[in-house]
């Protein structure tokens, strides 16, 4: 098969890149796989080129680059195909449009995978019929905001197939009567590590992920304090750091020197690639209020560690077998994380036992069994042929007047959120 991923910027990080990366090298030992990255900006990506894949872009964001697209009139021009719902409108334009356009009619592929729904919205609206069209959801339907969930009500009626990485999430897209259109769960995938195990022996707890609140880290910051009371020959290494929106490193190190944890509770910063430090420790600890799937709770299974996690939507009750391959905890519940915590950190058979069972359980996520199910799914559909749907021009027509009405809406309350903010802000600088 000619596969082709179409990605939001392949050339940063994040899990959606890393997921698709690793799916796509999987896949071309046996098929023509190429990933196509909306935007470009920087030289080589940023986690290295998956061997046997051609990747290209479409818009040039280097200003060094001769391809420079940051002057093109229409990249300052808004998108009008890329939905406004979808978070990253903003970054998109009537460039893009025209460059995604060109790109899904014009591309020679037996199936087209889009892999966030701006990019699946692309897909239903632009794409020529012939290949089978693919929509991965590598978050939420939930954690969409009624325009864009609007959206895909609308126009994955369009597509093949949708996958999910829960079947949580599954049953969620189900519900919205997609007649015709496959949907089915397919986690990520995670490699085999390149590392020996971790040594079930190491007093380290280990955490990954932004520094935000979702992550509830003060949380975890709590628990430990009062487990490393009485172990105080444990430490807590913390890695990550806080997104564009949001970071929180400031009020996790003032919490940490609060609960005493100096020199035992660590924030790390940052660190590519986890692996070499994962097996640095011997227990992994998830905290998060939620997750889409909870790649980092299967990195540390497959490193050999074993995992105190939230039992929060989506992912992790489909990794976790709670008390046999880790535990799973109720969320933003302090002394649900001691107890689990205390379990492994007091009994060392059972933290190895627990260890070994994720080590075992975790080779589902292998990419080898990964792709083989994307690849079922997307051979079965090759063969029965793409659909050819379309929509009713009626509902065409409606959808769009509405959905301009409901533009309309958000483009007022975000203009009266910026005047009552300025009022407030005159307000507290003339009484000041």
Known sequence: MRISFLLHNGYHYGGTIRTTFTLAEELATRHEVEIVTVFRHRDRPALGLPAGVTLRHLVDLRTDSPGYDGDHPDFHRPAEVFPRGDGRWRQYSAL????????????????LVATRPGLVVHL???????????GQEHLTLAGHGYRLRRDIGHEYRLLDAVTTVTEVDARAYRKLGLTGVRIESVPNSVPAPTLPPADPAARTVVAAGRLTRVKRYDVLIDAFAEVAAD????????????????DVGGELARRIEERGLGGRAFLMGSVTPMEPEWVK????????????????????????LAVVSTDCPHGPREIIEDGVDGRLVPVDD???????????????ELRAKTARAALASSERFDPVRIAARHEALWTELVGKGASRRTHARGRAWLHHRVGVGVDAVYALKARAGRLVRGTRGRFRTRFR
């Open 334 to 348: 302090v002394a649900a994380v001691v107890e689990a915590l205390r379990g492994l950190v007091e009994d060392d």
């Open 231 to 246: 172990h105080p020959d444990w430490k807590l290494r913390i890695y990550g750091s806080g997104d564009a929106i949001q």
């Open 281 to 304: 420790g011997s227990i992994a600890v998830v905290t998060s209020q939620r997750e889409s799937f909870g790649m980092t709770i299967v990195e540390a299974m497959r490193s050999g």
């Open 124 to 134: 239903a609206r632009q794409a020529r019929r012939g290949p089978v069209l693919v």
């Open 96 to 111: 893009t449009d025209t460059r995604i356009g060109e790109y899904l009619r014009g591309v020679e592929a037996d199936v």
